[in-house]
C-alpha cells in the first residue's frame, strides 16, 4: 500500500510540476503567393507571440510561423498541426477543408466591409470576354480552377482558365 501511495504522490507531483509549465502552442500565418518572409516578418511575430504568451498568464508558449510558399505551408500544416491559422480567403476556400479547420473570425475590408476579397479581371479596355473556350488568368496568388470557376468566377461555367 505504501508503494502505491508514493507511486500515486509522485505521480500527482509529476502532474503538478507538468501544469505550471507554459504549453506550447503552433500559430500559422499562411499566404500563398503573398509578400515579404519569414526571416522578415520575425520582429512582428514575436511581439505576437510574447503578447499571447503575456496574456495567457505564460500558460501558453506560442510560436508563430508565416509562409507564402504554397508547398512549405500545406507541409508545415501536415506535419506541425497549429493550433490556430490566419490565411487568406482563397487559401481557406482551397485547402482547409481538406484540413478539417474551423473558421472562427474573419477580416472585414474596406470599402465593402463584408469580409471577402476581392478579384478583377483586367483586359483592354471595350475588349468582350469570350462566352466559351480557354480564358488565360494570371495571378501571384496559387489559385486552382476549381476555385477559380466556384467561388471568383461562377459566371463563366464554359470558360477553361489557365493559370
Do not use: C, H, N
Request: glycine share 10%; no cysteine; hydrophobic share 40%.
Amino acid at each position: 500500500m505504501k508503494k502505491i501511495a508514493q507511486t500515486l504522490f509522485g505521480l500527482f507531483f509529476i502532474l503538478a510540476a507538468a501544469a505550471a509549465q507554459a504549453v506550447p502552442v503552433k500559430i500559422l500565418f499562411f499566404y500563398p503567393g503573398g509578400e515579404g518572409s519569414q526571416e522578415s516578418a520575425q520582429p512582428i511575430l514575436d511581439s505576437l507571440a510574447e503578447a499571447l504568451k503575456k496574456a495567457s498568464g505564460g500558460k501558453l508558449e506560442p510560436s508563430v510561423t508565416y509562409f507564402t510558399d504554397k508547398a512549405a505551408g500545406i507541409e508545415f500544416i501536415k506535419t506541425q498541426k497549429p493550433a490556430a491559422a490566419v490565411l487568406s480567403l482563397d487559401s481557406y476556400y482551397q485547402y482547409a477543408t481538406t484540413w478539417g479547420a474551423t473558421m472562427i473570425a474573419k477580416t472585414l475590408q474596406l470599402p465593402s466591409g463584408d469580409g471577402s476579397d476581392q478579384y478583377f479581371l483586367i483586359g483592354k479596355k471595350g475588349t468582350p470576354l469570350p462566352a466559351t473556350g480557354p480564358i488565360k488568368i494570371l495571378s501571384p496568388r496559387p489559385l486552382d480552377l476549381g476555385f477559380l470557376t466556384g467561388k471568383i468566377f461562377p459566371q463563366f461555367k464554359s470558360l477553361t482558365p489557365t493559370v
